[in-house]
């Protein structure tokens, strides 16, 4: 039982210590063997050329030297990426059906379509190319009910003569400011429905 214990610490202990020596030394080790390139690297990454690079180099070239580095830093030329041809997006032609949509109806109307559709033009009809599953898609228009579009033309028509009407009957005003001097049209201001306020 206690062996059992014992061989759990051991390999507890032997993780533990080789995660540090990994993760603690091994990396820390490879950051700092590796700082002077990543400094070239960056610094010629966000000069724009070599005299900028040059220009602004010596501080970092100093701070290097103070840390125990001999290396020296060097302008590198930006590498151009291979510019990847754009994946190519073809855009399908689509055609929608947009049948009524009726709460009454019983009958799957898409996918009666759909079925006829694929009857009438089979693989080997010329026009399968453009009438197929997928170039014709099915959606429901919720059209208004016929009541609503009697009641919007009445409106439309009774509004119309409303207006006529008031057109008719209107007298011009002339203009209310309180100075009549002042009125930049002298009283003649023409009159539009609802204004000038009587």
């Known amino acids: 039982m206690y062996i059992y214990i014992y061989i759990y610490i051991y390999i507890y202990i032997y993780i ?15 950051i700092l063997k590796n ?24 501080i970092y070239q100093k701070a290097l030297n103070d840390s125990g580095y001999d290396y020296n830093l060097k302008y ?11 994946k190519r997006n073809r855009k399908r032609n689509i055609t929608w059906y947009n049948p009524p949509y009726d709460k009454n109806m ?23 190319k453009i009438c197929n599953k997928n170039t014709i898609k099915i959606s429901y228009s919720c059209m208004p009910n016929i009541n609503t579009v009697i009641q919007g033309d ?15 009957n209107k ?4 203009c209310n400011r309180r100075i009549k001097q002042n009125c930049p049209l002298k009283g003649g201001m023409p009159t539009i429905r609802g204004y000038p306020p009587s």
């Open 171 to 174: 007298e011009e005003r002339k």
């Open 16 to 30: 533990y210590i080789y995660i540090y020596i990994y993760i603690y030394i091994y990396i820390y080790i490879y």
């Open 154 to 168: 009445n409106k439309r028509k009774i509004n119309k003569e409303r207006d006529e009407k008031d057109t008719d």
């Open 106 to 128: 019983k009958t799957n109307i898409g996918q009666k379509f759909l079925q006829i559709v694929n009857k009438c033009f089979p693989k080997v009809h010329p026009l399968h």
């Open 76 to 86: 590198e030329q930006k590498k151009k990426k291979k510019t990847q041809k754009p």
């Open 35 to 58: 700082i002077q390139k990543d400094i070239n690297r960056r610094l010629s990454e966000i000069s724009s050329s070599e005299s900028e690079f040059n220009s602004a180099k010596h």
